[in-house]
């Protein structure tokens, strides 16, 4: 938006459409009419929403389809309509408005649904979504709902006033480009993501083959150089590592936070943002680079792998490996397979969901020890599989800001 004019024109503007001039700026019920088609028990793809991925079919979603005496009372709809959601999210706090993109005929619960169609004469439903996934619509609504509306995460909102949500728009042709630019985008960001899920499935599987199952004694893939080798060593978890309670330090280490998804990580680095005392960091424990702490508190498997030296709450047990013959990075990952989390599981019957998992718990499970060469083989071959996740996750991430910083750009401020 030219802010010394306060006019209707976008930041970024494709060179041909320069000269356009302002958008026009209209409310939604002015460019759409509300879809009041109803079932009447004719049998169509019954559709839900999961927020930020919009319209899904139920099957995909919960497996079955779930409709009962209602049904015959859902919303029709078709290619090219919109459904807003009458539900608050985490990311769509005042609900989600969606396009429904299927060629096939689908159905919306009307309890909490409302649909709308756009004149295609003036509007292109590939353009129109872009504004909502900006959240224009709770931009706008957000003023009329109660702050204490969305406790439940059911929303009370007048149709009268999502129709009366402003909604600037350009020619068609700049509407089509607009939406070509970035919905090529959203190609490249599934794109992407498609490739990011096969790595995982990829790397679970390879877990699952590089590890023995059950009670055997050898993997079912086994690098060449290994395969005369002898069965694996298997060890009480005592025997290869032992507690650490170093409180030697002068709390100028970064505090780490411990969590399933980001391992031992300083707190810095992931806004995670908890007040503590000078006096209280005094008895903080010291953890070194390649220590394992034990943070299981939920049963999913809670033994994470420090990358940094840093700090931790004395309530964590911080783990040491005794042997030098011992691979830090084949444990990182062994203690995240199924194989050992269940195990662990078996081991912590009889606790409470929240108890701390105590070092004679973790010592009484056997764990295995090859040939340190073969483990080091095993960590190489995982932790390179990481890295290319890695690498495919922050390019999605960097996708993900140059859309959204894209789309800041292409559309003017009301």
């Not at 859902?74 to 999210?89: E, R």
């Not at 893939?221 to 409180?247: A, H, T």
Request: proline fraction near 4%; hydrophobic fraction near 35%; include cysteine.
């Amino acid at each position: 938006m030219n802010n010394e004019t306060n006019k209707l024109i976008p930041e970024l503007r494709f060179l041909e459409f320069v000269k356009d001039g302002e958008w026009k700026i209209e409310t939604l019920g002015n460019l759409s009419k509300e879809i009041v088609e109803k079932t009447k028990g004719r049998k169509f793809k019954l559709m839900s929403i999961t927020s930020g991925l919009g319209l899904i079919s139920q099957l995909e979603k919960f497996g079955r389809e779930i409709a009962g005496e209602s049904y015959k009372n859902y919303y029709v709809i078709h290619k090219g309509d919109f459904a807003y959601n009458k539900s608050s999210t985490k990311l769509f706090p005042e609900g989600e408005i969606a396009l429904y993109d299927d060629e096939v005929v689908g159905a919306v619960p009307n309890s909490i649904f409302t649909c709308f169609r756009f004149d295609i004469n003036r509007i292109d439903p590939k353009f129109a979504k872009y504004p909502f996934i900006n959240n224009l619509h709770g931009n706008w609504l957000k003023r009329f709902i109660a702050v204490g509306a969305r406790a439940n995460g059911s929303l009370q909102v007048n149709n009268k006033d999502l129709f009366s949500v402003p909604f600037a728009y350009p020619s068609l042709q700049e509407q089509r480009k607009i939406a070509s630019c970035l919905s090529s985008l959203d190609e490249l960001i599934n794109s992407c993501t498609h490739k990011l899920e096969i790595l995982k499935t990829y790397k679970k599987g390879l877990i699952q083959n590089l590890f023995p199952h059950g009670n055997e004694k050898v993997p079912n893939l086994r690098f060449k150089e290994f395969e005369k080798d002898q069965e694996w060593e298997y060890l009480n978890g005592n025997e290869l590592f032992e507690p650490i309670s170093d409180k030697n330090h002068n709390s100028d280490l970064p505090i780490l936070a411990i969590t399933q998804e980001q391992g031992a990580t300083p707190r810095n680095l992931i806004n995670y943002n908890v007040v503590v005392t000078e006096k209280s960091i005094e008895s903080y424990k010291v953890v070194e680079v390649g220590d394992f702490i034990i943070s299981l508190r939920s049963f999913q498997g809670g033994i994470e792998y420090s990358n940094f030296k840093g700090i931790c709450s004395p309530a964590y047990i911080i783990l040491r490996k005794k042997k030098a013959i011992s691979v830090n990075q084949f444990y990182k990952h062994y203690f995240k397979t199924d194989l050992y989390i269940r195990n662990l599981n078996k081991n912590l019957e009889g606790l409470r969901d929240g108890k701390m998992v105590s070092y004679t718990q973790f010592s009484e499970i056997q764990l295995p020890n090859p040939n340190p060469k073969e483990q080091q083989k095993i960590a190489d071959t995982l932790t390179s599989l990481d890295d290319l996740i890695r690498e495919k996750t922050n390019k999605i991430e960097e996708l993900k800001l140059h859309k959204k910083a894209l789309m800041q750009g292409l559309f003017p401020k009301i």
